[in-house]
């Protein structure tokens, strides 16, 4: 079954991924010490999914920024797709889109908050589990939680709780963090995961996001690979089909193509309830930046493991324009 390969292929390109020896203390959280009462939730792929140290970070997250030479001159961008495999192969197509959420930082459209929604890949949760605590550390430093949104988005909510365990490990929403960090210093976080694929979790989740937005600037980014598959060709033809629906905001349309067995997007929820989002706020198209596949830049992976990439954004129309 697909299924069971998607699941050699997480392992796969994890082993790919190496930037660098584990650190000490992997998937452990400094909190609740005698004088201290900060929660702090550390990132746990520091030095698998991208460095651990923090000038050799930065230093390759600018690079990729850098090389990422994109303007679309769209609206103020609220909903994004960002490819959270390890840096070295899907970072520099997630940079086109964290250049094109800097250049409007810079231009005074920084987001208050935002909110990053991944998937458990070992299927450790049910509903939505969102990190809690007051800070995420990873190698570039800290970032505050946005508590009062969390709990908003909880509220009334039973698909939607706070809880810290499925994030322990899992590397599809923080491998976002240290891109944010980057581009938007002082936005607050929402780190999410989506375990299931229950349109009632997903009609919950996106009507929070929508209240939500009533009271935050937010930029709402969904971290997902595309197909898995040794097949290059099938990788290649079933990716520009998704790229494609989700440029037309074709939500129905993905969550009829997406099985278990033919997973075209690795976060489809994450990636449904940003494009519901998006549509509710008044988006009319999605923007495809960069697309890829390891199969182009590695001939050699192709039939053996392909994995596909891409980047989007979702902007609001100009003032007066489409």
Known sequence: MRFVRFQRGCIFAAALALCGPTLSGYGKDDMNHKNQQMVIRRTCGDGRWFPGDKATLSKMIKEHIDAAQ??????????????????????PIAAYVFRVIKEQAAKGEAPDTVVI????????????????????????????????????????????????????????????IPFVQTVLPNARLVVGLIGDHDPKTCGELSAGLG???KKRKLLVIASSDLL??????????????????VAALQTQELLKRWSYEHQIFCGMSAVAVTMRFVEQQGCREGIVLRYRNTGDDYPDSRGHWVVGYGAVVFPLPRQGGR
């Open 211 to 213: 209240e939500l937005a």
């Open 228 to 245: 898995h598959d040794p097949d290059y060709t099938l990788v290649t033809r079933t990716d520009h089909a998704s790229l494609k629906n």
């Open 70 to 91: 994109v303007s679309t001159g769209a609206g103020r961008i609220i909903g994004a797709i960002s490819p959270h495999a390890g840096y070295v192969y899907s970072g």
């Open 117 to 176: 929604l991944g998937l458990s890949h070992q299927g450790a949760c049910h509903g939505v589990a969102l990190m809690d605590g007051d800070v995420v550390r990873s190698p570039l430093g800290d970032t505050a939680l946005d508590k009062d949104a969390a709990e908003l988005l909880t509220s009334n909510r039973p698909s939607v709780c706070l809880d810290y365990a499925p994030h322990n490990g899992e590397h599809s929403a923080e491998n976002q």
